[in-house]
């Protein structure tokens, strides 16, 4: 089931990148790193959620978006949590900017390495410009891990994260 939802989204994701560049006359292309941490929830069999602070994870990334619809693009990220044990992930979203440096976003998030969580994730970005092609970032976001190897039996993994990091347009 994992591979068909992926599938799924990649396959929507494919469908959106050609869509917005077939109108598109050229992309703009912006470089992402991160430091984040925040809250994990769970189950651990108790029939409550409790809760722990999550791993610390370095992210980086590029975030695309057409130069005549800036207001939708998509970001491609991949991560590492570097607390406890290492994990190795991904993050595909698509973006959409209330301004040039507000945006929110849907994404499918997914730990790929030693074990395998996926999920749905939502989020917001709130840059603070530090020259014409640099901006620091706070970013807060919330995902849902139903699927994957690394879960309880029979439960969920929630994350509520906190990214702090710098963008630079290239």
Known sequence: ????LLSAFAFA????AYSLSAHAEGWLTNGVFALGTGLQGGDP???TVAWSRARTRVMAGVDLRNDEALTDGLGFYGFAEIERRATFGGEAR???????????HIS????????TMVGPGVGARFGFPLGKKVTFFLEPGFAVFPLG????KGNVILWGILNGG?????
């Open 13 to 16: 994701l494919s469908t959106l």
């Open 166 to 170: 710098v963008g630079v347009a290239l």
């Open 108 to 115: 499918l998030i997914g730990i790929v390495t030693p074990e």
């Open 94 to 104: 698509y973006e959409r900017w209330w301004t040039p440096t507000i945006g929110f």
């Open 45 to 47: 069999g108790t029939g």
């Open 149 to 152: 190897s690394d879960l309880p």
């Open 1 to 4: 089931m994992t591979h068909r």
